[in-house]
């Protein structure tokens, strides 16, 4: 087995959120003023599209595990 690595896609967001946030939960991050409740985080594909801005997501068999990326900050 072995993970591949590719862009995020438009059709990727719900999973990638769904994973955030069941980190998030998981560790009791699930908290206001994290990405739990930030509105990018269910719109990451859009939220990467800038320039300077990228995000991969890992799949294993032919699933979304997880993902990563490099952005500026809003605020």
Do not use: H, W
Not at 40 to 60: C, G, H, P, R, W
């Amino acid at each position: 087995m072995s993970v591949a690595i590719r862009l995020i896609q438009p059709n990727d967001n719900k999973t990638i959120a769904s994973i955030i946030k069941s980190v998030l939960t998981e560790l009791n991050y699930n908290l206001k003023g994290t990405a739990f409740y930030d509105k990018e985080t269910d719109n990451m594909f859009e939220a990467y599209q800038s320039k300077k801005a990228v995000y991969y997501v890992a799949i294993l068999n032919n699933e979304i595990i997880g993902g990563c990326g490099i952005n500026q900050l809003t605020n």
